[in-house]
């Protein structure tokens, strides 16, 4: 039995030793992961945030061009209606001549009705 029990009392440090070096290797290895997950990750977040300036400016670009579209056609309309207005007037103007000439073959019109009818009586 003292032979057992000298195995065990030279194996025990020779495991514990073994596990202790184990448990290092473990830890090194485990602290390399995490450096190289942080590296990743913050490599990640870099990308991340260029992408997000790229996207801001793309979308700065984009409403700048909409805003320059839109007061084109703020300006084309604009140029229109004034076209429209011009025509508007000149068809007032046009209007009222053709309802005074109307107003004019109206009274005419009677003055030949009214002489048509004497003639008639005579």
Do not use: C, N
């Amino acid at each position: 039995m003292t032979d057992l029990a000298d195995l065990f009392v030279r194996a025990i440090p020779i495991m514990l030793g073994g596990g202790a070096v184990q448990l290092t290797i473990y830890f090194l290895k485990r602290r390399q992961e995490m450096r190289a997950a942080d590296v990743a990750a913050t490599k990640t977040a870099t990308d991340t945030d260029a992408v997000i300036v790229a996207s801001a400016e793309k979308s700065l670009l984009m409403s700048d061009q909409a805003r320059d579209r839109a007061v084109k056609r703020a300006e084309q309309l604009l140029t229109d209606l004034e076209r429209a207005e011009s025509e508007l007037a000149a068809m007032h103007v046009e209007t009222r001549e053709l309802r005074v000439e109307v107003a004019a073959l109206r009274r005419e019109v009677a003055g030949l009705r009214t002489r048509l009818g004497m003639a008639s009586e005579s």
